[in-house]
Nanobody, 121 residues
Framework: QVQLVESGGGLVQAGGSLGLSCAAS????????MGWYRQAPGKQRELVAV???????NYADSVKGRFTISRDNAKNTVLLQMNSLKPEDTAGYYC???????????????WGQGTQVTVSS
């Protein structure tokens, strides 16, 4: 079994910063792409940022220049540093990882349970 657990959400004023962390644990052989997604009430889940095991990154246009994704491969952890937060960044934030377990030749995507980020104006 594989679990992804997020932490670090909360309430912040507009212009402030928050850092999110997501740790994958379990019978992990390797983790390829890891990413952050968000979902606001009444909206579809959308990509925020992704990072490969080699450190290549991709960001949604709405967060470029404000958010930074990084990872620690040794700890199977992905981080999201969010600066200059706006009220429109308010959403549930979910991490995922493309994980190959120690008992399978195939990888699959696992999701965390989500953490709430609320930005007040």
């Amino acid at each position: 079994q594989v679990q992804l657990v997020e932490s670090g959400g909360g309430l912040v004023q507009a212009g402030g910063s928050l850092g999110l962390s997501c740790a994958a644990s379990g019978s992990i052989f390797s983790v390829n792409v890891m990413g952050w997604y968000r979902q606001a009430p009444g909206k579809q889940r959308e990509l925020v940022a992704v990072i490969t095991s080699d450190g290549l990154t991709n960001y949604a246009d709405s967060v470029k220049g404000r958010f930074t994704i990084s990872r620690d491969n040794a700890k199977n952890t992905v981080l999201l540093q969010m600066n200059s937060l706006k009220p429109e960044d308010t959403a549930g934030y979910y991490c995922n990882g493309d994980v190959r377990t120690s008992y399978s030749l195939r990888s699959r995507v696992y999701w965390g349970q989500g953490t709430q980020v609320t930005v007040s104006s």
